[in-house]
T-cell receptor, first 115, second 112 residues
Framework: NAGVMQNPRHLVRRRGQEARLRCSPM?????VYWYRQLPEEGLKFMVY????????ESGMPKERFSAEFPKEGPSILRIQQVVRGDSAAYFC?????????????FGEGSWLTVV | GENVEQHPSTLSVQEGDSAVIKCTYS??????FPWYKQELGKGPQLIID?????GEKKDQRIAVTLNKTAKHFSLHITETQPEDSAVYFC???????????FGAGTRLTVKP
């Protein structure tokens, strides 16, 4: 049973470019979360999605950031017009949700570097 | 919303000694408390979790204790080994509510 799959693992973007990070949840999981981790800091919640729905985006910056989890395909975190401060590790996690509870399993992360 | 505080931020122990990391939470309704281990350059891995209907849970060298009255829970690692060196995160949430909040992390170093 494959775990949470994220790609790319490492991404370099110039200021002003767009970054797209992809996440495929564990098999059987319908809930996806994105977290951001700055160097030497903790995990900051960004957004929680179910298929075709954003459930909680209270941790997302108001501008330039968006997330989706389409009916088919991976969840995507999109950062437009990146700035140096966006450089961080972005972790996707998934859980089965519902009566199975919310045990969260993380992927290996996508490291974004803005130059 | 839930607020989780974690102490200490760094912890250094000698190989073979025990390590204890403590967390407090603010929402008395929280009933699910997982612990994650994050090694350098990797994603957090779930190592143990506990629900509020039990006070303690063990898995080999790792144990977690929960005090609901005081709203704190702790991770205990016995007979530490160098491979236990990592950053450990605690978290709290309602089991059927996907609103999990994490502590700031503890960097554990086990010296050989």
């Amino acid at each position: 049973n494959a775990g949470v799959m994220q790609n790319p693992r490492h991404l370099v973007r110039r200021r002003g470019q767009e970054a797209r990070l992809r996440c495929s949840p564990m098999k059987g999981h319908s809930h996806v979360y994105w977290y951001r981790q700055l160097p030497e800091e903790g995990l900051k919640f960004m957004v929680y999605l179910q298929k075709e729905n954003i459930i909680d985006e209270s941790g997302m910056p108001k501008e330039r950031f968006s997330a989706e989890f389409p009916k088919e395909g991976p969840s995507i975190l999109r950062i437009q017009q990146v700035v140096r401060g966006d450089s961080a590790a972005y972790f996707c996690a998934s859980s089965p949700g519902g009566a199975s509870g919310n045990t969260i399993y993380f992927g290996e992360g996508s490291w974004l570097t803005v130059v | 919303g839930e607020n989780v505080e974690q102490h200490p931020s760094t912890l250094s122990v000698q190989e073979g000694d025990s390590a204890v990391i403590k967390c407090t939470y603010s929402d008395s309704a929280s009933n699910y408390f997982p612990w994650y281990k994050q090694e350098l350059g990797k994603g957090p891995q779930l190592i143990i979790d506990i629900r509020s209907n039990v006070g303690e849970k063990k898995d080999q060298r790792i144990a977690v204790t929960l005090n609901k009255t005081a709203k704190h829970f702790s991770l205990h690692i016995t007979e530490t080994q160098p491979e236990d060196s990592a950053v450990y995160f605690c978290a709290a949430s309602l089991y059927n509510n996907n609103d999990m909040r994490f502590g700031a992390g503890t960097r554990l170093t086990v010296k050989p």
